[in-house]
């Protein structure tokens, strides 16, 4: 894992759209898998700018989400495709039938899970994934305790997870109880991850991940399988180190 600090979120923002830049220009067709959350966000922004200041196109990209919820239609205005629509694909030019997001208002979500892992391999895998990180280590919504074996999965949201999410949501009431993930191994397989994390909030994770041994009670810690990690933090998130 190599770990990079940056001076605020603002440059980790433009370090992280440039990283994913970089990968789209050397492979037009790449496929990214994408995450959600307050951490993104500033890198969405500059993405936007690259693409409307500098033609940075994703005509022949194809992006795959990490996770969604359960239970609330893709129209929602919490549901992670609204948030992907607003903060990134309305944006750019990355055409409607070439971004993908579980589809947590399925009828069968086992055969989602199944569709998505197919969907995955069928684009030829995921060329770049970048991740965020829980406060209490979860990647994509793997929750503590998740083998690393796990694909894509419906998984029950641990109460932490949706007390951070209840911002988003009128009360904690409505924040969904379950959501589908990309699982662990579906993270690992992926052939580059870049990691961001910023702020005070992430201090303590950001100094357990880098001493902790590799343990599925702390599901990222699985990255240290992998051989092409890349992490951004801010002084914030780093400030424990
Ligand atoms: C989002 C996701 C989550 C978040 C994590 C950090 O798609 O999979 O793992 O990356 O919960 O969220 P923020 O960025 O809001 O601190």
Not at 51 to 74: C, M, W
Not at 87 to 104: A, E, K, R, T
Request: charged residues 25%; glycine residues 6%; aromatic residues 8%.
């Amino acid at each position: 894992m190599n770990i990079i600090e940056f001076a605020d979120k603002d440059q980790l923002g433009k370090a992280a759209a440039a990283f994913i830049a970089r990968t789209i220009e050397s492979k037009t067709d790449a496929v990214l898998g994408l995450a959600t959350g307050g951490t993104p966000i500033d890198t969405y922004k500059e993405l936007i700018q690259l693409h409307q200041t500098e033609q940075l196109s994703f005509k022949q990209a194809r992006t795959v989400n990490l996770d969604e919820y359960v239970g609330i239609d893709p129209n929602h205005e919490n549901s992670y495709m609204t948030y992907m629509k607003r903060h990134l694909f309305d944006h750019i030019d990355l055409p409607s039938d070439q971004y993908f997001l579980p589809n947590g208002a399925a009828s069968h979500l086992e055969e989602e899970c199944l569709r998505y892992d197919q969907l995955i391999e069928d684009l030829g895998g995921i060329d770049l994934q970048l991740l965020g990180i829980g406060q209490n280590g979860h990647i994509g919504f793997n929750e503590p305790g998740t083998p690393f074996d796990s694909k894509t999965h419906v998984v029950q949201l641990d109460e932490h997870t949706r007390q951070a999410n209840a911002r988003y949501f009128s009360s904690i009431d409505e924040v969904p109880t379950h959501a589908i993930t990309m699982g662990i191994a579906s993270i690992l397989s992926s052939k580059k991850i870049l990691l961001l994390a910023s702020g005070k909030s992430k201090a303590d994770v950001i100094q357990y991940l880098e001493r902790t041994e590799i343990h599925p009670d702390f599901p990222a810690s699985a990255l240290k399988l992998h051989e092409d990690v890349t992490i951004f933090i801010d002084r914030e998130a780093g400030s424990l180190r």
